[in-house]
C-alpha cells in the first residue's frame, strides 16, 4: 500500500496471490467503511480533557 504497488506486482514477488488478494479485499473493505463515516468537527483544543491523556493500552491506567 505504501510503495503504491499493484496486485500483480505483489504476487510477482513471490507472495500467494490468494493472500494479496485477501488482502486487497479487506483494504478495499475498509475503505469503503471509512468513506461512510461523517466528518467530525472539532469544538475545542483537547479532545477529551484532564481524564483521557495518557493511552489506554498498555496498561497505564490501572
Same mark, same amino acid.
Do not use: W
Given at each position: +500500500?505504501?510503495? #503504491?504497488?499493484?496486485?500483480?506486482? +505483489?504476487?510477482? /514477488?513471490?507472495?500467494?496471490?490468494?493472500?494479496?488478494?485477501?488482502?486487497? #479485499?479487506?483494504?478495499?473493505?475498509?475503505?469503503?467503511?471509512?468513506?461512510?463515516?461523517?466528518? +467530525?468537527? #472539532?469544538?475545542?483544543?483537547?479532545?477529551?480533557? /484532564?481524564?483521557?491523556?495518557?493511552?489506554?493500552?498498555?496498561?497505564?491506567?490501572?
Amino acid at each position: +500500500i505504501e510503495n #503504491r504497488k499493484g496486485p500483480a506486482e +505483489i504476487i510477482a /514477488m513471490g507472495h500467494s496471490k490468494d493472500l494479496v488478494n485477501r488482502i486487497l #479485499r479487506l483494504v478495499n473493505l475498509n475503505e469503503y467503511k471509512r468513506h461512510q463515516t461523517p466528518p +467530525i468537527l #472539532r469544538v475545542s483544543k483537547k479532545a477529551f480533557g /484532564m481524564g483521557r491523556r495518557v493511552p489506554i493500552v498498555g496498561k497505564y491506567l490501572c
